[in-house]
């Protein structure tokens, strides 16, 4: 999509993503760049990281839907990254975490078609997929949400998309930095061996992101093709020195994720680098399709069934771990 002379918002957009959607976009010739969030501190942290006159900081939480009607104020596109994340702290604040990723999805959807945004993209995960937890539940219904809301704009140009894809290679939360940090203690605490996670770098999120704002029509939930990769070999590219204690699975955690069931296979469609889910509703209009194929009968895109497999050697290159590894681990 030309993003020439576009005001852009970003929710969360202090967070990994958000700061690193706004180093790529900065780059091009956009009119303005919105940084929507609730943390001031982090605000002004990034305010020293970007100097760039076209940035605003503009204070608000998706929850207060009159505050984002006053930042949607001439804002072409909306990327939605604002969420309550953390399974352990969803579980435990079950309330809070359907205010921020459930309602918060309908106060970003009425404020976008009320103001005229024209693009919304949602990020999504791949726990939002047959969820055992909270927080993929309230992505799951934040999805759906998303989708439907293409049958309220009425004669409205506003479209929403979601974009759904795996772990964060080094964002805030991952298992990466942990990695890393728990190196020095001589083992690297692991919940399973047989476990699985698709695996993506920020930079690659922010362009398939951009790449979908181009390809939308309104409706799908887009998929990249991304690699899996065990978490055991992950903790051996962060630490081969180290042993690993196997700790067992967490409450609300699974063994393979999975990012297209067999259900919503029937629905989807396949092109070379990524997946559409297509919408199941009378709007969809069957040329929005055009060049992809159907996946085949009984298709499901898991981490532990995919094809494309990364290997330590390339984590290690993907994560930069080899330029400044941490010190090495202290064996007691």
Not at 256 to 272: C, F, K, N, S
Request: aromatic residues 10%; proline residues 5%.
């Amino acid at each position: 999509m030309d993003l020439e002379g576009k005001k852009i918002l970003v929710t969360g957009g202090t967070g990994s993503f958000g700061q690193a959607f706004m180093e790529n976009v900065l780059q091009k010739d956009i009119k303005k760049a919105i940084v929507f969030s609730r943390d001031e501190l982090k605000q002004y942290e990034m305010s020293q990281r970007f100097s760039d006159p076209r940035i605003r900081f503009f204070l608000g939480d998706v929850r207060d839907k009159n505050r984002l009607y006053r930042a949607f104020d001439g804002v072409d596109i909306v990327i939605h990254a604002a969420a309550l994340k953390q399974v352990p702290a969803c579980e435990y604040n079950p309330f809070e975490a359907i205010k921020t990723n459930v309602l918060g999805a309908q106060n970003i959807i009425e404020a976008a078609i009320d103001r005229g945004v024209k693009k919304v993209i949602a990020l999504s995960t791949d726990k939002a997929v047959s969820p055992i937890n909270l927080y993929g539940a309230t992505k799951l219904c934040s999805d759906k949400l998303f989708v439907a809301a293409n049958s309220y704009v009425g004669e409205k140009e506003t479209r929403f998309s979601v974009v759904r894809y795996g772990n964060v290679v080094g964002s805030r939360g991952s298992v990466l930095p942990f990695f890393q940090k728990s190196r020095r203690n001589g083992s690297l605490p692991v919940t399973d061996q047989r476990m699985t996670r698709f695996w993506i770098t920020l930079e690659q999120g922010v362009q398939f992101v951009l790449d979908c704002l181009s390809r939308m029509h309104g409706g799908e939930i887009f998929v990249p093709k991304i690699p899996s990769m065990k978490v055991t070999d992950l903790a051996r590219a962060v630490a081969p020195e180290c042993e690993i204690e196997y700790i067992g699975i967490r409450p609300g955690e699974k063994l393979h994720e999975v990012m297209i069931t067999e259900d919503d296979a029937r629905r989807t469609l396949e092109y070379e680098t990524y997946y559409v889910i297509q919408p199941e509703y009378p709007w969809w209009k069957r040329e929005n399709g055009k060049g992809g194929k159907p996946v085949a009968e009984g298709f499901k895109y898991s981490s532990d069934t995919n094809e494309y497999w990364l290997k330590v050697e390339e984590l290690r290159e993907l994560a930069g771990i080899e330029e400044g590894l941490p010190e090495p681990c202290e064996v007691q």
